[in-house]
């Protein structure tokens, strides 16, 4: 699996990120499996001072990546540092349990 599985409301349409039964929104029981591929980059920051434990290269980049119906994910950065621009569609994938975009 190399995308990200959340779960969408089929009363609301709501983007559900969690397991869930319910949908978080509106209550209703009907929640289907979307996977995401891609989505738009919201924002970014490059971190220069890792937290305790990190043990890849620093510095990277973290950012705020726009699915739809306005649901944002979190993902680390994999690409030419000076290709980023707010807006732009980017890729997604899981790799080892983290997310990347692209």
């Avoid at 289907?32 to 980059?41: K, V």
């Avoid at 993902?75 to 707010?86: F, R």
Wanted: glycine share 8%; with cysteine.
């Amino acid at each position: 699996m190399n995308y990200l599985t959340c779960l969408k409301c089929e009363k609301c349409g709501k983007i559900n990120m969690l397991p869930a039964i319910h949908c978080r929104n509106c209550g209703y029981g009907q929640l289907n499996e979307i996977n995401f591929s891609e989505g738009a980059l919201y924002s970014y920051t490059k971190i220069h001072v890792p937290p305790d434990g990190w043990n890849s290269t620093t510095p990277y980049i973290v950012g705020v990546i726009e699915l739809e119906k306005g649901s944002l994910v979190s993902a680390l950065y994999s690409g030419e540092k000076d290709a980023l621009t707010v807006g732009n569609r980017v890729n997604l994938m899981l790799k080892d349990e983290r997310l990347f975009f692209w």
